[in-house]
């Protein structure tokens, strides 16, 4: 089995940059208001779709009850708001590859 690798966004922002054949400082620019941008939309409400990559959206979640694994005590867990990612056929397809 391979060993699971991170990539950093600054390795995003070289390679990006490379593709598009861009400066590295244009590249990370791009990647943040990419980044801003999908943030400020899913805090508004809205579903974000990238064609062939996948969908973000907010998902608001209940306020429930749980149990502190330490003591056992019950306890209120807060409602929440979370974040899924759905990938786009094309993704799946090239991961799957």
């Given at each position: 089995?391979?060993?699971?690798?991170?990539?950093?966004?600054?390795?995003?922002?070289?390679?990006?940059?490379?593709?598009?054949?861009?400066?590295?400082?244009?590249?990370?620019?791009?990647?943040?208001?990419?980044?801003?941008?999908?943030?400020?939309?899913?805090?508004?409400?809205?579903?974000?779709?990238?064609?062939?990559?996948?969908?973000?959206?907010?998902?608001?979640k209940?306020?429930?009850?749980?149990?502190?694994?330490?003591?056992?005590?019950?306890?209120?867990?807060?409602?929440?708001?979370?974040?899924?990612?759905?990938?786009g056929?094309?993704?799946?397809?090239?991961?799957?590859?």
């Amino acid at each position: 089995m391979q060993d699971k690798q991170t990539i950093h966004k600054s390795e995003l922002v070289k390679q990006a940059a490379a593709t598009a054949n861009l400066p590295d400082a244009v590249a990370g620019r791009v990647i943040d208001g990419l980044l801003h941008t999908i943030r400020s939309h899913l805090c508004n409400g809205f579903k974000v779709s990238i064609t062939d990559f996948g969908t973000f959206e907010a998902q608001s979640k209940p306020e429930r009850s749980g149990r502190n694994p330490q003591t056992g005590e019950a306890i209120t867990i807060a409602a929440y708001k979370a974040v899924k990612f759905k990938a786009g056929k094309a993704l799946k397809d090239a991961v799957n590859a």
